[in-house]
C-alpha cells in the first residue's frame, strides 16, 4: 500500500535503459518516483504502469535536460508531483539522462562538442541546483558517469571528458552539500546492453563478444545490473559511501 511516508526518487531519463531499471529497481525498494522523459511520452507511461504493477507510484514528466531556461519551470511541475504523492520535499536525485557521441578528436564539431556539454555538465549543474530546495536533508544524490572516464577508447574523447567533469563535480557537491548531510556519487557503466549508441552492445552480435571478453565476467552488463546498484547506493545502508566513482562494469579492462 503506497504512503505519503514513502522516499520519493527523481530520475532523469527514466523511460529507458538505464534510468527505466533504476525507477523499477527503486519500486521495488518502495520507493516513489517522478521521471523524466524526452520524447516518448507513450514509453514513459508504460515505465509509470510497470511501478503501479508493482505496488508504488510515479509521474513521468517531459525534460530536455539541455535546455537549462526550462529547469525553474521543471522544478514547479515536480513541486506539483511531489504534492500528487503526498509530499513536499524528495529524496533522492538521479542525474542519468544523457546522450552518446562517437567522434574522432579531429573530426568532433563544436557544436556537438556544446551539445555534449549542455546535457552532461551544464544540465546536471542547474537541474541539480533547481532542485536542491526540494531536496530532503540527509537525500541522495547519483550522478551517472561512464566506464570511458577511466577506459580509453579513441572516438570517445568529447563524451569521456563530459562525464569526467561530472565525476570531479560528484566530489564538490559532495563537499557543499555535507553540512545538508546530503550524500554524492558517481556511478560509472561499463558497455550496457541498452539502446544506448543506437543498441550498438546489444545489436552488434561481434561488437557484444568483444565487450564480453574485455570483461572479468565474461559477459556484456544489462540495465539492471547497473539500476540495482543505483538503487542500493540510493538506499541507508550505504549512508557512509560519499564523494565516490563506483564503476559498475564487471570488471571491465582490468
Request: hydrophobic share 40%.
Amino acid at each position: 500500500m503506497s504512503s505519503s511516508l514513502a522516499k520519493i526518487a527523481i530520475v532523469t531519463g527514466g523511460s529507458r535503459g538505464i534510468g527505466r531499471s533504476v525507477v523499477l529497481n527503486l519500486a521495488k525498494r518502495g520507493v516513489d518516483s517522478i521521471f523524466t522523459y524526452y520524447t516518448n511520452q507513450a514509453e514513459a507511461e508504460k515505465v509509470a504502469a510497470q511501478v503501479r504493477e508493482a505496488g508504488r507510484r510515479a509521474v513521468a514528466l517531459q525534460l530536455d535536460a539541455t535546455q537549462t531556461a526550462s529547469f525553474s519551470d521543471f522544478a514547479e511541475r515536480a513541486s506539483a508531483a511531489l504534492a500528487e504523492l503526498g509530499a513536499e520535499r524528495f529524496d533522492y536525485l538521479v542525474n542519468n539522462a544523457g546522450t552518446s557521441h562517437h567522434n574522432s578528436l579531429a573530426q568532433t564539431t563544436e557544436e556537438e562538442l556544446d551539445q555534449l556539454y549542455n546535457v552532461h555538465f551544464k544540465g546536471v549543474f542547474f537541474l541539480t541546483q533547481k532542485l536542491l530546495p526540494l531536496l530532503n536533508d540527509g537525500g541522495r544524490i547519483v550522478n551517472v558517469s561512464t566506464g570511458l572516464t577511466r577506459i580509453v577508447i579513441p572516438g570517445s574523447a568529447a563524451y569521456g571528458s563530459m562525464k569526467g567533469a561530472v565525476e570531479v563535480l560528484t566530489r564538490y557537491m559532495a563537499k557543499e552539500l555535507g553540512p545538508r548531510r546530503i550524500a554524492v556519487n558517481t556511478v560509472a557503466p561499463g558497455a550496457i546492453a541498452t539502446d544506448f549508441s543506437g543498441g550498438m552492445v546489444r545489436d552488434n552480435p561481434e561488437l557484444n563478444k568483444q565487450v564480453a571478453g574485455m570483461t572479468a565476467l565474461g559477459r556484456v552488463g544489462q540495465p539492471d545490473d547497473v539500476g540495482g546498484a543505483i538503487a542500493s547506493l540510493l538506499s541507508d545502508e550505504q549512508r557512509w559511501v560519499n564523494a565516490q566513482r563506483i564503476e559498475v562494469s564487471g570488471g571491465m579492462s582490468i
